[in-house]
């Protein structure tokens, strides 16, 4: 008998045992989890990252730095007729319009080999004008026309 009790004894501290580890488990198996999201999230966070640099990087020449009383920021948008020029970018109503065609050259090079003017609402713009003397609005498309 007493053989008996000392058999049921082995196994219950084998199945207490047991329990234990399978807590161990589920403990180290959430950890895992959480490492693995962890590790996705600061995955994402750096590609987020690296992206907006190399966002930055192409698209420095089209950051503003800085706004002086009277000055707004505004977006205009260039097209072409041939419709291979669809882009926007930031600028400020005082920007003489030659220095943001310089811009567009910069993304569109190919253009600079041709006479260009530009247009907005069928109006000629002044390239030694400023935005504002040009009457150009937030979010005006210009159209981008090409003497070939």
Same mark, same amino acid.
């Given at each position: ?6 058999? *049921?004894?082995? /196994? ?6 047991? /329990? ?6 589920? +403990?180290?198996?959430?950890?895992? $989890? ?8 600061? *995955?994402?966070?750096? %590609?987020?990252? +690296?992206?907006?640099? @190399? %966002? *930055?990087? #192409? $698209? ?6 800085? =706004?002086?009383?009277? @000055? ?6 260039? !097209?072409?007729?041939?419709? *291979? ?8 109503? #005082?920007?003489?319009? &030659? !220095?943001?065609? @310089? ?9 600079? @080999? ?5 247009? &907005?609402?069928? !109006?000629? =713009?002044? !390239?030694?004008?400023?935005? +504002?003397?040009? %009457? ?13």
């Amino acid at each position: 008998m007493n053989y008996l009790n000392i058999e *049921k004894q082995k /196994n219950s501290n084998l199945t207490n045992q047991i /329990n234990l580890y399978i807590q161990k488990i589920n +403990e180290l198996n959430n950890k895992i $989890n959480f490492l693995q999201k962890s590790l996705i999230s600061k *995955k994402e966070t750096q %590609n987020l990252s +690296e992206s907006n640099y @190399e %966002n *930055k990087s #192409t $698209n420095s020449n089209f950051s503003i730095s800085s =706004i002086k009383p009277g @000055e707004k920021i505004i977006s205009i948008i260039f !097209r072409s007729i041939d419709q *291979k020029v669809n882009f926007s970018f930031p600028c400020k109503n #005082t920007d003489i319009f &030659v !220095r943001i065609e @310089e811009k567009l050259y910069k993304v569109y090079p190919e253009y600079k @080999e041709y006479n260009n003017f530009f247009t &907005v609402g069928g !109006r000629t =713009i002044k !390239r030694f004008k400023s935005i +504002e003397e040009n %009457n150009i609005k937030n979010a005006d498309n210009i159209l981008l026309n090409v003497y070939q």
